[in-house]
C-alpha cells in the first residue's frame, strides 16, 4: 500500500458555445428539477408513513425502478448517474438540517423545499455520462457540445456539472483533483488589515486601499433596468428580455468586483506572508449597516485572500470577533468602554496618544493575530 498523497481539488468553469443545441440542456436540467421534486414529495410521503427518514441508497434503488414506467419515459434520457446525484444532493442537505437541529443552531439551514424550474439550475455527472473530444468539444448524454477552452483542465476528473444562470449563459464545471505540490511555507512581512465601510482595508502600516464601490457607480443603471423592467406586462417576452438585461446589469458588477478582490489578493500575498484579519459576523453588521455591506462582499474577498497566500505559502491569521480591537489603545493596551461608530480619532486616556479608528484597530490585530502565530 502507497501512502496516501494528499491532494488538491480545483473547479474549471468553461462557457458554452451560444447555439440551439442548448435547449436540450435546458431541457435536461428541467427534467432533473422534475425528478428533484418528485424525490422531496416521496421522502415527505415516507415520513408520513414511516416516521423515519428515507435512506439516500433506498431512494437510489427507487428511482432506478421509477425510471422504467411508461409515464417517466423521459427520465431515461437522463444520465442515471445524475438522478443518483440528485437523491444524494437532497441527503446533504437533510444531513445539515439534522446537524443544525441537533445543535440547535437556527438560521439558514431548513429542511428541503420543493424547487421551482426556473430556480433549479443544475446537474451533475460523475464517471459516464459524458466524453471530451476535439479540443474545446463534449458529449454530453448523447449531443455534442462546444465551449470555451481558455485554460486547459489538469488532473484526473472527479465530475462534470452543466450550471445555467439567469442571464441566459450555459457553464461547464469540471472538478479535478491532482496531487498537492509540496508548498513551501515562507517567513516574511506581516500585516494587520481592518475592514471598514469608507475604506475597504485600512493596513497597521498607515496603508489604505479604498473601495472601489462598483454596485455604486452602477446605481443609475441598474435603477433605469430596473424601472424599465417594471413597466412590462409580467410573464411578456418584452418582460423576460427586460428581466435578463437587469440579471446581466448585476452579473457585470458582480465580476468587475471579483477582478478587483483577485488582483488585490495577489498583491497583498505577494508584499506579505502573515496577514492578521478579524473574524467577521457579516450577519450582525447587516444588521448594523443594513444592504450596504453586501456591496463590499467581505466574505467573497477574505476566501480569495486565503486561498492566494496558501498558494505562496503564506498563511491567514484570523482573530476572534470578540476581541476588542477598535476600542484598545495600540500604545498601551489600555481598553476603553465605550466606542461609538461615528468616532474616527481618539485620544488614549492614559498616554494620551492621538489614535486613528481603523489604522489602531488594524495594529491590534497585527499584534493579537502574530500571538498565534
Ligand atoms: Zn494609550
Redesign the pocket.
Given at each position: 500500500m502507497s501512502k496516501q498523497e494528499k491532494q488538491i481539488v480545483m473547479t474549471y468553469k468553461y462557457k458554452m458555445y451560444r447555439n440551439k443545441s442548448l435547449r436540450h440542456l435546458d431541457r435536461l436540467i428541467d427534467y432533473h428539477c422534475e425528478v428533484y421534486n418528485y424525490c422531496i414529495a416521496l421522502h415527505r410521503r415516507y415520513y408520513k408513513m414511516y416516521h423515519k427518514h428515507l435512506s439516500a441508497n433506498k431512494l437510489k434503488v427507487h428511482l432506478t425502478k421509477v425510471r422504467k414506467r411508461p409515464n417517466k419515459e423521459h427520465w431515461r434520457e437522463l444520465g442515471s448517474q445524475s438522478i443518483q446525484d440528485v437523491a444524494e444532493r437532497i441527503e446533504r442537505s437533510y444531513k445539515a438540517f439534522f446537524d443544525a437541529k441537533k445543535e440547535q443552531r437556527c438560521g439558514r439551514h431548513s429542511i428541503p423545499h420543493f424547487c421551482k424550474r426556473k430556480n433549479y439550475s443544475s446537474f451533475t455527472l460523475k464517471q459516464t455520462g459524458y466524453k471530451f473530444h476535439d479540443g474545446n468539444h463534449i458529449t454530453i448524454l448523447g449531443k455534442d457540445y462546444k465551449y470555451v477552452a481558455h485554460r486547459p483542465y489538469e488532473g484526473t476528473i472527479k465530475t462534470v456539472s452543466i450550471k445555467r444562470d439567469n442571464c441566459g449563459d450555459f457553464w461547464l464545471c469540471i472538478v479535478c483533483a491532482k496531487p498537492a505540490s509540496e508548498i513551501i511555507p515562507r517567513k516574511g512581512n506581516a500585516i494587520g488589515y481592518d475592514f471598514g465601510l469608507k475604506t475597504f482595508l485600512t493596513g497597521s502600516d498607515g496603508s489604505r486601499i479604498e473601495s472601489p464601490r462598483f454596485l455604486e457607480k452602477n446605481a443609475t443603471a441598474l435603477r433605469s433596468a430596473q424601472q424599465a423592467l417594471s413597466r412590462k406586462r409580467k410573464g411578456s417576452a418584452n418582460w423576460r428580455r427586460a428581466k435578463m438585461d437587469v440579471a446581466r446589469k448585476y452579473q457585470y458588477v458582480r465580476n468587475r468586483r471579483k477582478d478587483w478582490f483577485y488582483k488585490l489578493a495577489a498583491d497583498i500575498a505577494s508584499q506579505y506572508s502573515d496577514v492578521c484579519i478579524e473574524d467577521l459576523n457579516i450577519k450582525a453588521m447587516q444588521q448594523l449597516w443594513g444592504r450596504k455591506i453586501s456591496d463590499y462582499a467581505f466574505t467573497e474577498f477574505v476566501s480569495i485572500l486565503q486561498n492566494q497566500l496558501s498558494k505562496t505559502g503564506g498563511q491567514l491569521h484570523k482573530v476572534d470577533r470578540f476581541y476588542p480591537s477598535s476600542k484598545t489603545?495600540?500604545?498601551?493596551?489600555?481598553i476603553v468602554e465605550e466606542m461609538p461608530l461615528d468616532v474616527r480619532r481618539w485620544e488614549?486616556?492614559?498616554?494620551?496618544?492621538m489614535?486613528d479608528r481603523d489604522g489602531n484597530a488594524a495594529v491590534n490585530i497585527l499584534v493579537e493575530g502574530m500571538k498565534s502565530a
Open positions: 489603545c495600540s500604545h498601551c493596551g489600555h488614549s486616556p492614559i498616554c494620551h496618544a489614535l
